[in-house]
């Protein structure tokens, strides 16, 4: 009996020899097969291999806009010597965004909106706003709601966060501490060119949603930050998939160059102007490690009732979202938040689609599920067919504090041929030249996306069928817009009497 613990403790030295020899076994299995299967994919190309010379955060926390421009142009310079002018043999296509001769070429438009942009308003500033795109994008999804601040008389700062508008490549080499230090940034730029005294707001879009909400909360514990009055949420990165929490794992073979393509989730040819397709596990890595941050840092404010201090959240989600997890959104941000004024609007799925059979079940309950009925402490609105047998839409609204759900009819039926809306489609509306489901120009940037609709066999497009089937505009736009304004205390919402 004496040499019974000995016995214990040698039995429990053994057995966890043998368990980190299993899971050593596992994870030597599991990178060999990524090895295999990431050596059958395509090819790597010269925007894969290429990468930005970006500020460090201690450079862009020292840095005036003007010099975070003058390096940006330096980076497209040496895209262009390095990448664009190298781009030879089959690579020359009327798609490849990297050669010059293509019809999505970004060179070949005025102004190239892959770059940061300022505009300034008419008349005396009544307000200052910074918008931040999503992650693989560029400045261009933030265009149209630029604009819209601008003919209201903000100051409208739009920066390129590191990696992006380049080379899907530059975003190997990055972080998400450099995309908040712009965010920081594009704050001061905005303060100095409106001044302290009027309205600041921060727009975020996916990725850019994130941003701009672990900048709000870093104000609330450095004074020397300044405070937005109102966010603007779209389809903001609260939380994403698991996979991603471990993507770092599967780009452990691409330390060995033999193995490069390993560093890459999706490998895709650039046929967008002004997004990436191509998707690197360094920015599946960095999208995670932001919103466990994010998460972290809500749930720890919620504890020291620190979000008393929050300006109003004003966000918009599509129930149904491949990209991010509407659940996060629900769960992780908005209740957690205090009866500020903040307001969640949710866009439902077609609810008179035709072909309901096709769907799973699950998708014709998910805004019951995520939203069950209770008394909250933020305004909830979903946007919804009027009935089951109808594509007349409604706003049906939720009070904080409230159990009461007001409907009021929208001039926006919902489309047909939709049967939701997608992470994507949030910030474009259906007039977008790239996006738009009726473009004002079509094919004004080499191809207007938002009207491809291709049938034919499977297995002949070297493109994913899923990318090209999700939809990519907001039919809500104009009702989305009407919402911010609303909120902004500027227009009176343009709703109809049930």
């Known amino acids: 009996m004496a040499n019974l613990p000995w016995r214990v403790s040698v039995r429990l030295v053994l057995l966890t020899k043998k368990i980190v020899l299993v899971l050593g076994i596992v994870l030597v299995v599991l990178l060999a097969v990524r090895i295999y299967l990431s050596q059958q994919g395509p090819e790597l190309h010269l ?44 690579d020359r296509t009327p798609l490849n965004r990297y050669y010059r001769g293509s019809l999505v070429w970004p060179g070949r438009f005025t102004p190239d909106t892959n770059r940061s942009f300022v505009l300034m308003p008419e008349g005396t500033p009544r307000g200052a706003v910074v918008l931040l795109h999503g992650l693989t994008d560029s400045p261009y999804s933030m265009k149209h709601l630029a604009v819209d601040y601008q003919r209201r008389g903000f100051v409208t700062v739009v920066p390129r966060l590191p990696g992006h ?31 302290n005294d009027v309205p600041l707001h921060l727009v975020g879009y996916s990725n850019g949603g994130a941003l701009a909400m672990k900048y709000t909360l870093d104000t609330l ?18 939380g994403v998939t698991t996979f991603a929490r471990f993507a770092g794992l599967a780009g452990l073979p691409a330390m060995l160059p033999a ?14 102007p002004y997004k990436y397709n191509s998707f690197p596990v360094n920015a599946a890595r960095q999208s995670w490690l932001l919103t466990q941050v994010l998460q972290q840092q809500l749930s720890r404010d919620a504890r020291n009732n620190t979000l008393t201090g929050l300006p109003p959240v004003l966000a918009f989600q599509s129930v149904m979202d491949s990209t991010v997890s509407t659940r996060a959104v629900v769960e992780s941000l908005f209740n957690q938040l205090p009866e500020n004024g903040s307001e969640l609007v949710m866009f439902d799925i077609n609810q008179a689609a035709s072909f309901r059979p096709l769907f799973k079940p699950s998708s014709w309950t998910a805004v019951s599920e995520l939203l069950p009925t209770a008394v909250r402490r933020y305004t909830v609105t979903i946007i919804t067919n009027a009935s ?17 759900e007001t409907v009021s009819s929208l001039d926006t039926r919902y489309p047909q041929e939709i049967y939701s809306l997608s992470h994507v489609a949030v910030p474009f509306p259906p007039e977008d030249d790239l996006y738009g489901s009726h473009p004002a120009v079509k094919n004004r940037y080499g191809v207007s996306l938002g009207t491809v609709s291709l049938r034919g066999e499977t297995s002949v497009l070297i493109v994913s069928k899923d990318a090209l089937m999700r939809v990519t505009s907001n039919p809500f736009y104009d009702d989305m817009l009407s919402m911010i304004h609303q909120h902004n205390g500027t227009i009176s919402l343009n709703r109809k009497a049930p």
Request: proline share 4%.
């Open 47 to 90: 925007w894969h291999t290429w990468t930005a010379d970006e500020m460090s955060v201690r450079e862009i926390d020292k840095a005036s806009f003007a010099q975070y421009l003058a390096r940006e142009s330096k980076i497209f310079a040496d895209l262009q010597t390095r990448v664009t002018n190298k781009t030879a043999g089959d």
């Open 388 to 404: 089951a047998n109808t594509f007349n839409t409604v706003a049906k609204t939720t009070l904080a504090g409230s159990k009461q």
């Open 221 to 238: 514990e450095t004074p020397a930050l300044r405070k937005p009055q109102q966010l603007v949420l779209l389809s903001p990165m609260i």
């Open 259 to 272: 193995f490069a393509k390993a560093a890459w989730l999706n490998i895709t040819p650039e046929y967008n």
């Open 165 to 195: 508008g380049t080379a899907p490549g530059a975003l190997t080499r990055v972080d998400w501490e450099m995309w908040l230090a712009v965010t920081r940034l594009a704050v001061r730029e905005a303060t100095r060119l409106a001044g």
